[in-house]
T-cell receptor, first 116, second 115 residues
Framework: AQKITQTQPGMFVQEKEAVTLDCTYD???????LFWYKQPSSGEMIFLIY??????QNATEGRYSLNFQKARKSANLVISASQLGDSAMYFC?????????????FGAGTRLFVKA | DSGVTQTPKHLITATGQRVTLRCSPR?????VYWYQQSLDQGLQFLIQ???????AKGNILERFSAQQFPDLHSELNLSSLELGDSALYFC??????????????FGPGTRLTVL
């Protein structure tokens, strides 16, 4: 079964507008972490934002915020005031496990296109 | 710049050959992870080391092996290479390598092309 689902293979957004990239996850663990990474065309993976399962407030990092809805098991990334440089692939990831072992699972990604 | 370094940046080799990819983690990070990113498989976790010991294993083929040295750098060895091994190989590092709070920082990747 898919543990991390990103249902939008591609998204378009107008420059300066906000965009939401969807991510749903599946886990039976109580303690887990949710991450978003950006992969520009140059190929590197850039860490954007982290949300812990016990965090009551939504995480924010500059123009990035994570809309965490625990009951719905969703962790959507919101990018405000989109810029041309935001055009990239975005990956949602979840880290789960316990002292017996942890693992990180990545979604298939969403490609974001920012239009001028 | 994440602080994680990987060499080489590009590698072109032939089927049946063996290659070694190298990774140096961020200063202070004890854990190293290896991932393979291909077009058809997405980003796949291969293996994790923590302070020199293997911590977790993912979808790593028997032809592949890795180790982490006392200075914490890591090497991923790929042998009997096949065309399907062509991919972008990432190394990531984190402080503890354990809890779900542990953020992984990725290196720039090594692009392997097998001809």
């Amino acid at each position: 079964a898919q543990k991390i689902t990103q249902t939008q293979p591609g998204m378009f957004v107008q420059e300066k507008e906000a965009v939401t990239l969807d991510c749903t996850y599946d886990t039976s663990d109580q303690s887990y972490g949710l991450f978003w990474y950006k992969q520009p065309s140059s190929g590197e993976m850039i860490f954007l934002i982290y949300q812990g399962s016990y965090d009551e407030q939504n995480a924010t990092e500059g123009r990035y915020s994570l809309n965490f809805q625990k009951a719905r098991k969703s962790a959507n990334l919101v990018i405000s005031a989109s810029q041309l440089g935001d055009s990239a692939m975005y990956f949602c990831a979840m880290r789960e496990g316990n002292t017996g072992g942890f693992k990180t699972i990545f979604g298939a990604g969403t490609r974001l296109f920012v239009k001028a | 710049d994440s602080g994680v370094t990987q060499t080489p940046k590009h590698l072109i080799t032939a089927t049946g050959q063996r290659v070694t990819l190298r990774c140096s983690p961020r200063s202070g990070d004890l854990s190293v992870y290896w991932y393979q990113q291909s077009l058809d498989q997405g980003l796949q976790f291969l293996i994790q080391y923590y302070n020199g010991e293997e911590r977790a294993k993912g979808n790593i083929l028997e032809r592949f092996s890795a180790q982490q040295f006392p200075d914490l750098h890591s090497e991923l060895n790929l042998s009997s290479l096949e065309l399907g091994d062509s991919a972008l190989y990432f190394c990531a590092s984190s402080v503890e390598g354990g809890p779900s709070t542990d953020t992984q920082y990725f290196g720039p990747g090594t692009r392997l092309t097998v001809l």
